[in-house]
């Protein structure tokens, strides 16, 4: 059975860091999987954040660029998420996906609050 645990949210001031991370487990090769970060605030809809695939090709939604980085383990099975400048409209729970063809799994987030 696959599981993704996320880890490393929190609540940090406005221009400050967090790093997430996201262990899988029960997969036969994490390389393959597609790795993605989603967040969702209150009221709103789930969004993509930054996603790397097997070729650690990465891409990120606009707001993010410059001051998030994602990368991954394919040797631990760990996806990571480094958030700088952190501003309060990051305020969300934050998710890992995984995916590869028709499958797909979701942990079971992580809530990040940014506040003075």
């Known amino acids: 059975q696959v599981q993704l645990v996320e880890s490393g949210g929190g609540l940090v001031q406005p221009g400050g860091s967090l790093r997430l991370s996201c262990a899988a487990s029960?997969?036969?090769?994490?390389?393959?999987?597609?790795m993605g970060w989603y967040r969702q605030a209150p009221g709103e809809r789930r969004e993509l954040v930054a996603q790397i695939t097997s070729g650690e090709f990465t891409n990120y939604t606009d707001s993010v660029k410059g001051r998030f980085t994602i990368s991954r383990d394919n040797a631990k099975n760990t996806v990571a998420l480094q958030m700088n400048s952190l501003k309060p409209e990051d305020t969300a729970v934050y998710y890992c996906?995984?995916?590869?063809?028709?499958?797909?799994?979701w942990g079971q987030g992580t809530q990040v609050t940014v506040s003075s």
């Open positions: 996906r995984a995916f590869y063809g028709n499958y797909t799994y």
């Open positions: 029960g997969m036969m090769i994490f390389g393959i999987y597609v």
